[in-house]
C-alpha cells in the first residue's frame, strides 16, 4: 500500500486520484469526481476499492496502522506563506466533511452571525492569530517510512504540478506522462477552487487599491477580512469605518482614501 499523507484542505484526495490514474495507471471514473462543494470526494466503489494509493490524515493516528516499508507521500504545507494559508483556510470552510458552508455559518453565535462588523473581525483574528485560532495544520511526525514531499504551492501552477507528479512517478518507479485529460481534469480543479479565486479576487482589489483605481468590492466577510489583514501588514492601519463599521467601504478608491487617516 501507498499512503498520501496530508492536512485538511490541502487536496489529498485529488492527489490521490491523479495518482492512481495517471501514474499507477488505474481506469478514470466515467462520472466527474467533483463534488457540490468542488472537493474531489466522488469516487466509485470500484475505485475506492481497487486504488493502490490511498490518502488520509494519517499523522493524527501516530502511523499505528501502516508498516515501516510502506511508502509515504506527503503534501507540505507552509502555513507562515499567507498565500497558500488563505488558500487552505477558506477551502476548508467551504468542503470539510462535505458539510455546507451555509451550514458552518449557521453554527456561528448568533451576535456574530447577525453582525457583518464582528463577523468580519473574527475572520480577522484568525489570519492575525492564526496559531492561537487554527488548529489541524501541524507538523507531521518523524517516522522511518521512505517519504516523497509533494509541495502544495505545486496544485496551483501547471508545471509545477507535473513536475511534482513525475517526482511521485520515480519515487514509486513508475513512469508519468501529463496529457489533455489531466490538464482539462487540472483546469477544472482550478476553477472549482474556492481558496484559490478568492485569493486573486482579493489580490486584485488589493493591487487597484493602491493603483488609486476605482474598482468594486464586492466581498464575503472573510475576504473583507483577508483585504484589511493585508493592509494591517503593508501599511499598520488596523482602525477605522473598513474595522469598526457594518458596512465595509464599496471601492476600491475609498478604501485607499481612508489609509491615511489611520495609520
Given at each position: 500500500m501507498?499512503?498520501i499523507?496530508?492536512?485538511?484542505?490541502?487536496?489529498?484526495?485529488?492527489l490521490e486520484?491523479?495518482?492512481n490514474?495517471?501514474?499507477?495507471?488505474?481506469?478514470?471514473?466515467?462520472?466527474?469526481?467533483?463534488?457540490?462543494?468542488?472537493?474531489?470526494?466522488?469516487?466509485?466503489?470500484?475505485?475506492?476499492?481497487?486504488?493502490?494509493?490511498?490518502?488520509?490524515?494519517?499523522?493524527?493516528?501516530?502511523y499505528?496502522?501502516?508498516h515501516?516499508?510502506?511508502?509515504?507521500?506527503?503534501?507540505?504545507?507552509d502555513?507562515?506563506?499567507?498565500?497558500?494559508?488563505?488558500i487552505a483556510?477558506?477551502?476548508?470552510?467551504?468542503?470539510s466533511?462535505d458539510?455546507?458552508?451555509e451550514?458552518?455559518?449557521?453554527?456561528?453565535?448568533?451576535?456574530?452571525?447577525?453582525?457583518?462588523?464582528?463577523?468580519?473581525?473574527q475572520?480577522?483574528?484568525?489570519?492575525?492569530?492564526?496559531?492561537?485560532?487554527?488548529?489541524?495544520?501541524?507538523?507531521?511526525?518523524?517516522?522511518?517510512n521512505?517519504?516523497?514531499e509533494?509541495?502544495?504551492?505545486?496544485?496551483f501552477?501547471?508545471s509545477?504540478f507535473c513536475?511534482?507528479?513525475?517526482?511521485?512517478a520515480?519515487?514509486l518507479?513508475?513512469?508519468?506522462?501529463?496529457?489533455?485529460?489531466l490538464?482539462k481534469?487540472w483546469?477544472?480543479?482550478?476553477?472549482?477552487?474556492?481558496?484559490?479565486?478568492?485569493?486573486?479576487?482579493?489580490?486584485?482589489?488589493?493591487?487597484?487599491v493602491?493603483?488609486?483605481?476605482?474598482?468594486?468590492?464586492?466581498?464575503t466577510?472573510?475576504?473583507?477580512?483577508?483585504?484589511?489583514?493585508?493592509?494591517?501588514?503593508?501599511t499598520?492601519v488596523?482602525?477605522?469605518?473598513?474595522?469598526?463599521?457594518?458596512?465595509?467601504?464599496?471601492?476600491t478608491?475609498?478604501?485607499?482614501?481612508?489609509?491615511?487617516?489611520?495609520?
Amino acid at each position: 500500500m501507498i499512503w498520501i499523507d496530508f492536512h485538511g484542505s490541502t487536496h489529498g484526495h485529488f492527489l490521490e486520484y491523479v495518482t492512481n490514474v495517471w501514474i499507477m495507471k488505474m481506469f478514470p471514473e466515467s462520472e466527474s469526481v467533483f463534488t457540490e462543494s468542488g472537493a474531489c470526494h466522488n469516487f466509485s466503489e470500484y475505485y475506492k476499492d481497487n486504488r493502490a494509493v490511498r490518502c488520509g490524515h494519517w499523522w493524527w493516528t501516530n502511523y499505528e496502522h501502516q508498516h515501516i516499508t510502506h511508502p509515504v507521500i506527503r503534501i507540505t504545507f507552509d502555513k507562515t506563506n499567507d498565500r497558500l494559508f488563505y488558500i487552505a483556510l477558506v477551502n476548508r470552510w467551504y468542503r470539510s466533511g462535505d458539510t455546507p458552508f451555509e451550514q458552518k455559518f449557521n453554527n456561528l453565535p448568533e451576535d456574530v452571525r447577525n453582525s457583518p462588523e464582528r463577523l468580519r473581525n473574527q475572520y480577522y483574528y484568525k489570519y492575525m492569530l492564526r496559531d492561537k485560532h487554527i488548529d489541524g495544520y501541524n507538523d507531521f511526525p518523524s517516522i522511518p517510512n521512505p517519504i516523497q514531499e509533494f509541495k502544495f504551492e505545486s496544485l496551483f501552477i501547471w508545471s509545477e504540478f507535473c513536475k511534482g507528479l513525475t517526482d511521485i512517478a520515480k519515487f514509486l518507479n513508475q513512469t508519468f506522462t501529463p496529457d489533455r485529460k489531466l490538464y482539462k481534469l487540472w483546469q477544472e480543479f482550478i476553477e472549482l477552487n474556492q481558496g484559490y479565486q478568492s485569493y486573486n479576487k482579493c489580490n486584485n482589489i488589493l493591487e487597484n487599491v493602491f493603483l488609486e483605481q476605482s474598482i468594486l468590492v464586492n466581498c464575503t466577510s472573510y475576504e473583507e477580512a483577508w483585504i484589511n489583514y493585508n493592509l494591517t501588514m503593508m501599511t499598520g492601519v488596523d482602525t477605522g469605518p473598513m474595522f469598526s463599521d457594518d458596512i465595509y467601504p464599496i471601492n476600491t478608491l475609498e478604501i485607499y482614501k481612508l489609509i491615511p487617516h489611520h495609520v
